[in-house]
């Protein structure tokens, strides 16, 4: 596991950032896979993905990191009419 002030300037640094002082902070040029990727090469090992619709990226998350707990939530309710 990364040291919690290193992994600030990974995160930074690997989703190139800029920080201008407003939210939301955006990465440019960054997928989804390649954040699966990241989080897997940090070891997180425990997570929750909430709205998983098919699970096609928690499919990902625990491809990239084997290690990984995933709680997988879809909140979804059906409508009757």
């Known amino acids: 596991m990364v040291d919690r002030l290193d992994l600030d ?3 930074v640094q690997r989703f190139n950032i800029r920080d201008d002082g407003s ?3 955006k990465s440019n040029g960054r997928t989804r896979k390649f954040l699966a ?3 897997g090469e940090i070891g997180y090992t425990i997570g929750a993905e909430i709205g998983v619709m098919k699970g096609k990226y928690s499919k990902d998350l ?3 990191n084997p290690n990984l707990r995933l709680k ?3 909140p979804w309710l059906s409508f009757r009419n």
Do not use: H, N
């Open 9 to 11: 300037d990974l995160i």
């Open 23 to 25: 939210l939301p902070l």
């Open 37 to 39: 990727q990241f989080m």
């Open 62 to 64: 625990c491809t990239f």
């Open 72 to 74: 997988c939530v879809d």
